[in-house]
């Protein structure tokens, strides 16, 4: 960032750490022309814990609670991407049923994830009854977590090699419930913003990111798809056996804000579309794979990402052959999506910059790990 | 289990245009990498962007190897969306080495390379803004270095930041 503080007309104001609209601790300063920003900088860090640290300090089977902490919005996902790893490099693969119930979980977090994303978001452009619509829908989520594994945020769903628990009785038919009472919702909260004036006029074209940009900063996810660019880890290098699931993945064209929330809104559904499919399909059979109760992979190194909420979550694994991890690398969606925040606000107002940091979708858990 | 020889057509157009500053080529677990000496990284990500569609920059990132002469190992993962397919770069660099920035290739490299001066102290030469990240700027120590225990804490900046007589 050139240094022209001094410059008369132009404007320094701090954003955050403590402000509502930043999503937890993250500060961003503003320079302004005017109402105009002219560039940002982002201060992270607030939340660092040093997870990486602490993985190299555990045991392979006690890292996962840590990771359903660093996006604690998809804790799930978070959990199959280090389980998932872990696999990789004990060269094992979960039993079908494990999986299957795994990408149920999975695809209902994304539900959970997009419906806080949109009403905090609706929320910072001034739209507050979404939100508490969201939150009702997301409570039916967080109570089949609940009854499923005893956690509803950091719940651990997880385990290396397959699963803890086995659905409870009664599991299938409130999932079908849910699918079916859903649906309505979304048309609900579409009929709230899609066509809102307000809502078209502090969204469309703000925050432009094109699909060369998203590139050229590794934006993945809802982001990327809104830019054009057709591409999900889902389809693209399937895992947890999605390539047997029918889904669509949802693209917008112009990478602006408003194409951001159509393309999450279309995922809510295509989610759904998956968990429908799923839990008429749940296998007979072990949920769990022959795991030994000290993991020990042999030595080598295994790079895993999956399709996470917010973009490409991946994670570096490297084994030494003994009980713990020596060292683990969480390549955050968050992290590498927010560096793309100044590329988006150049030129925006003051008060887009609440929208543009609100349709990143960032957890800043993860962000500072 | 071991690491495989990776053979194919984009091996031998990379072993064609840089010969033997790549010194291996395997595969391990259907993984691909190769390793590079330091200096040839940066025209490898070069290369691997513009000739052969790896455009997009997954991460970057160390291990450290205290034990070895040359302690540190970088990685960098590339993907490339025409192909599909992801590989990783790996080198070798002894505590001290700057290796250049990937950031005149790939913009994503600016808070990635950040995040591992942070942690490993690994100065990149040419970095447009080399601070720490998540970590206080004038904070000391590099917590990710095999010899940080994990419950150091800078003592002199908690006393003077947080007006602790003691670290938690």
């Given amino acids: 960032m050139p240094e022209t503080f001094l410059d008369a007309t132009e404007l320094v104001l701090n954003m955050g750490p403590q402000h509502p609209a930043t999503h937890g601790v993250l500060r961003v300063i503003l320079k302004l022309d005017g109402e105009k920003v002219m560039g940002t900088e982002c201060v992270i860090g607030y939340l660092h814990r040093g997870v990486e640290k602490i993985g190299e300090n555990r045991s392979w089977q006690q890292f996962v609670p840590y990771v359903d902490r660093l996006d604690y919005c998809a804790a799930v996902s978070n959990g199959l991407g280090f389980c998932l790893a872990v696999e990789k490099l004990l060269n094992l693969e979960a039993p079908p049923r494990a999986q299957v119930i795994r990408v149920i979980l999975t695809e209902l977090q994304r539900i959970a994830n997009h419906l806080i994303w949109l009403g905090t978001h609706a929320l910072d452009i001034g739209a507050q009854t979404p939100l508490f619509y969201c939150f009702r829908e997301r409570e039916e989520i967080l109570n089949l977590f609940e009854k499923y594994c005893g956690a509803r945020l950091t719940n651990h769903a997880f385990r290396i090699g397959g699963l803890q628990y086995d659905l409870y009785d009664g599991f299938e038919q409130e999932t079908r419930a849910f699918c079916d009472m859903f649906p309505a919702k979304v048309d609900d909260y579409e009929q709230l913003l899609t066509g809102n004036r307000i809502w078209v006029a502090r969204t469309r074209g703000v925050g432009i990111l094109s699909a060369e940009d998203c590139k050229q900063y590794g934006v993945t996810g809802p982001m990327l798809r809104a830019a054009g660019v057709k591409w999900d880890l889902r389809k693209a290098q399937p895992y947890s056996g999605y390539e047997q699931y029918d889904f669509e993945i949802p693209t917008g064209q112009n990478g602006d804000t408003f194409d951001r929330y159509v393309v999450r809104m279309q995922e809510m559904r295509q989610s759904l579309g998956i968990v429908r499919q799923a839990v008429e399909r749940i296998p007979d059979g072990p949920i769990m794979a022959k795991v030994p109760k000290v993991i020990k992979p042999p030595v080598g190194e295994a790079y895993v990402s999956i399709e996470a909420p917010k973009g490409e979550l991946g994670y570096f694994v490297v084994s030494d052959g003994g009980p713990q991890p020596y060292r683990v690398r969480v390549r955050p969606p968050s992290f590498v999506n927010l560096q793309a925040l100044d590329r988006m606000a150049q030129g925006a107002l003051v008060a887009d910059v609440v929208a543009i940091i609100g349709t990143i979708d960032i957890v800043l858990g993860e962000v500072d790990r | ?168």
């Fill in chain 2, 1 to 168: 289990m071991a690491a495989t020889p990776w053979e194919d057509h984009l091996t031998r157009s990379l072993r064609e245009h840089f010969g033997d500053q790549i010194s291996e080529f395997s595969t391990y677990l259907g993984q691909c990498f190769l390793a590079a000496r330091p200096e040839a990284v940066i025209p490898v990500l070069e290369f691997l962007k513009l000739e052969v569609d790896f455009d997009y920059l997954v991460d970057v990132t160390a291990v450290d190897y205290p034990q070895r002469a040359e302690r540190f190992e970088l990685v960098y993962i590339v993907y490339s969306f025409a192909r599909n397919q992801r590989l990783r770069i790996k080198t070798r660099i002894v505590d001290g080495y700057e290796p250049a920035t990937a950031v005149g290739v790939h913009l994503t490299a600016n808070w990635l390379e950040r995040e591992v001066f942070d942690m490993f102290g690994i100065r990149f030469a040419g970095h447009p803004d080399l601070r720490r990240i998540l970590l206080p700027e004038d904070w000391e120590g590099h917590p990710l270095r095999k010899d940080h225990p994990i419950t150091r804490v800078d003592e002199r900046w908690v006393k003077e930041n947080l007006g602790l007589a003691n670290a938690p």
